[in-house]
């Protein structure tokens, strides 16, 4: 093929969009001796990793077997799974590629090619790739979701990542998990980060604006009323780049609100555009990017009402998306990407940009192999350092998984099972409720799941669990309301998490149905309907409203972990779900 | 919005935001005159052609893009989610905010004297999903437009 490698696969976006894909010359196409050999191309090159999830080491992470798209979203990108994902980019089943980016064969080729990211061999590769580029000529991006996810982070309020972020020299970030630790730690930890943080979308409400307590942090505009700064201009490979910020869009509603009262959200796609317009016109910026916590198929809708904004590097939907959409809008193109999750990818964006026009790119998203990539000494005594007073609790052995414990998917993971069977077993109730989120790391079988990965799955500032009451209709309205959060066809009204998990409990799920009437037949495990008007005792955790009476959710799980010592299966309450059949999106 | 950009010094300056605060604030209507105009059966209707027709003098409106409504698409706190109307058209009297899903579904009007910037802004409290609906009436005719605004118990978030 005369066509280089790299212009291959800016077509490949371009076709990727248009639902023109060549099927199996992506693959014939890149089949580099050194995974991380990336050519230099253009004048200048962006490196972004998002939703990191505070993974300092180095982790397996199992892809989604069920990412459904619905309506105008259905088998386009990032909505597809496993074979219908490898054929749609033309990736070799069981490749290193075909591993980084599908579940398939998940056990096999996990353990074949070894553990993903991991900060110090991130560091390695962010090194090199800086070296091949030259000084001035990179910028590295964090979409967010960085500061929470482990039981490091968790213990030292964020501050462990915002350290090594430092040490990888992240330049630009915005956040959503980052918030959800309380206003005065999320102010101290970006006056600890040496990078910027930008969010145009998060104002100090009304209320706060009248005795605000960080009217001196040098983010804070009173004029706009903006908490963050909204953009920063950068000069990279001698052009002039704007880097917007948009953090998570509900924050205050997938997460509690009482951690930070003083800031209100929301997508602000008005603002988004007046911003553009303003930054265009006041910087006379060569390229305008945004950093964005929107989640995919938000930005995707944003990138078709905003113009003037040349690439959206995205995160929050933690989809590993090998090439970017591109967005049509009134005032030209838009490159919408995603950039997968737990530090197991980083973007590089390499752009030729000139007098204040992008005028062709190449894109890799490199999966992070542990094994592939030398660790970085001193991140990695860095991490060391940060670990070694939680690191013997951390490393306890509580349990032998007999099966692959992974989360990310729509429904119901097997590490999701093992955490609501815990919350029905210690606190003795019919059914258990636990949050889709779309972290937590994956152990294979036959590896003991230590308290790292407890932490891996719970860790959270609201880890509170509850036992109470409910009646059927309680349940049921819970579970349509997080079902449209998922499925609701305009992305704007979609929150990016996944479905609630369930335990004692099975349903069936009709994904294009409405609000209302996508859940049916509700029953108890042992198969007796569950009536609207009766009343069943629940357990659960991460409640947002209010904080619940009992003890954190790791505890629980850690009794129930030590109780058993083997973990297996026997009944996955993942829904059975109906009108999805042959959706590229789910596994089959 | 322009009223965005000064809204701490104009916030500082007026009382806390209610239903009629921005038109108190701004000068335009002393609390005597707000009083004067509460329109008892328009604000108790429990059916929304009733509430605008009580309103409005009519429940029968025309849709219109000249009126832009800014609301959240998902509510942060269903208990005050801020709204702000816009009509972009000549000699508006009357501005009806209304929330489609309330029992009493009609939550303020705004009487605007001769002059007045058609652009209004409050806080309304919605019990579940649906529309914020906009009746604005200009020379003697009533135009509407309406949003989803979708309340969520929220949690869950990726």
Redesign the interface.
């Known amino acids: 093929m005369s066509l280089s490698r790299r212009e291959f696969l800016r077509l490949l976006g371009l076709a990727g969009a248009a639902g023109l894909l060549p099927v199996g010359s992506f693959a014939a196409a890149r089949r580099p001796s050194d995974l991380y050999e990336i050519p230099r191309f253009g004048n200048l090159t962006l490196l972004h990793m998002t939703d990191c999830h505070a993974q300092l080491n180095p982790i397996y992470f199992r892809e989604p077997s069920v990412n459904l798209g619905i309506g105008a979203a259905k088998g386009r990108p990032p909505h597809l799974v496993g074979k219908s994902f490898l054929q749609h980019y033309g990736l070799e089943p069981g490749s290193i590629e075909a591993h980084a980016f599908t579940y398939l064969d998940f056990e096999k080729l996990a353990r074949k090619y070894g553990k993903v990211g991991g900060f110090a061999h991130l560091a390695t590769l962010v090194k090199r790739l800086r070296a091949e580029r030259g000084d001035g000529n990179t910028l590295l991006l964090d979409g967010g979701d960085t500061w929470q996810g482990s039981g490091t982070a968790f213990w030292t309020r964020g501050q462990d990542m915002v350290g090594a972020c430092n040490l990888l020299g992240v330049d630009v970030m915005t956040g959503?998990w980052e918030f959800t630790y309380l206003e005065k730690e999320v102010i101290a930890n970006i006056q600890q980060f040496k990078g910027e943080f930008v969010a145009q979308n998060v104002s100090v409400n009304?209320?706060a604006?009248?005795d605000y307590a960080f009217a001196d942090f040098e983010g804070f505009d009173?004029?706009?009323?903006l908490a963050f700064k909204p953009y920063t201009m950068k000069v990279v490979g001698g052009m002039k780049v704007a880097v917007i910020g948009q953090a998570?869009p509900?924050?205050?509603?997938?997460?509690p609100?009482r951690f930070i009262p003083d800031w209100?959200?929301?997508?602000q796609d008005?603002r988004m555009q007046g911003l553009v317009d303003r930054v265009r016109e006041k910087e006379k910026p060569d390229l305008v990017v945004v950093l964005s916590h929107n989640?995919m198929d938000v930005d995707l809708k944003m990138a078709s009402r905003v113009s003037g904004i040349d690439v959206i590097f995205g995160g929050?939907?933690?989809d590993g998306v090998p090439a970017p959409v591109v967005v049509s809008n009134k005032g030209g193109k838009t490159l919408v990407t995603n950039a997968g999750s737990n530090g197991k990818f980083l973007a590089v964006m390499d752009l030729e940009v000139s007098k204040g026009r992008l005028k062709d790119y190449r894109y890799r998203l490199v999966p992070v192999f542990a094994n592939l990539l030398p660790a970085d000494a001193e991140m990695q005594a860095y991490i060391d350092k940060v670990r070694a007073p939680y690191k013997e609790k951390l490393e306890q052995k509580l349990a032998v998984a007999e099966e692959t414990l992974y989360r990310r998917g729509n429904f119901n993971g097997t590490f999701d099972q093992v955490i609501c069977n815990a919350l029905r077993e210690v606190k003795d109730a019919q059914i258990s409720l636990s949050?889709?989120?779309?972290?937590g790391t994956t152990v294979l079988p036959g590896q003991e799941i230590t308290l790292d990965n407890v932490m891996d799955q719970t860790c959270i500032t609201y880890p509170e669990t509850y036992r109470r009451e409910m009646t059927g209709k309680d349940i049921k309205?819970?579970l349509e309301?997080?079902c449209?959060?998922l499925f609701?066809p305009?992305p704007?009204?979609q929150?990016?998490?996944?479905m609630?998990r369930v335990g004692g409990m099975d349903y069936v799920c009709n994904p294009a149905e409405k609000?209302g009437r996508r859940i049916s037949d509700m029953r108890l495990d042992g198969g007796t309907p569950i009536e609207a008007g009766k009343k069943y005792v629940v357990a659960g955790w991460?409640?947002?409203?209010s904080q619940a009476p009992g003890r954190p959710i790791w505890d629980v799980v850690t009794e129930y972990l030590e109780r058993h010592e083997t973990i297996r299966i026997d009944k996955l309450n993942t829904p059975k779900l109906v009108g999805v059949q042959g959706n590229p999106g789910l596994g089959t | 919005m322009k009223h965005d950009q000064k809204r701490r010094v104009f916030l500082k300056g007026s009382v806390a935001a209610s239903t009629v605060g921005l038109a108190v604030g701004a000068g335009l209507l002393t609390p005597g005159v707000v009083l004067a105009a509460w329109n008892k059966n328009a604000f108790q209707a429990k059916a929304i052609d009733k509430a605008i027709a009580a309103a409005a003098g009519n429940p029968t409106t025309t849709p219109s893009e000249k009126i832009t409504i800014k609301a959240p698409d998902i509510a942060e706190n269903g208990a005050v989610v801020p709204v702000s109307i816009k009509a972009d058209m000549d000699g508006v009297d009357t501005i009806a905010l209304l929330v489609e899903k309330n029992a009493n579904p009609l939550s303020a009007i705004f009487h605007l004297p001769k002059g007045t910037l058609p652009d209004v802004s409050t806080r309304v409290k919605m019990g579940k999903t649906g529309d914020v609906i906009a009746v604005v009436k200009a020379g003697g005719k009533l135009y509407s437009a309406r949003k989803g605004v979708k309340v969520t118990i929220g949690g869950c978030g990726g």
């Open positions: 959503h009304e209320d604006l009248f009173e004029e706009s009323g998570f509900y924050t205050p509603i997938a997460n609100r209100t959200f929301g997508i008005e989640g929050h939907t933690h949050p889709g989120f779309r972290w309205d819970i309301d997080v449209d959060n609701n305009d704007y009204y929150q990016g998490g996944d609630v609000m991460a409640t947002v409203s």
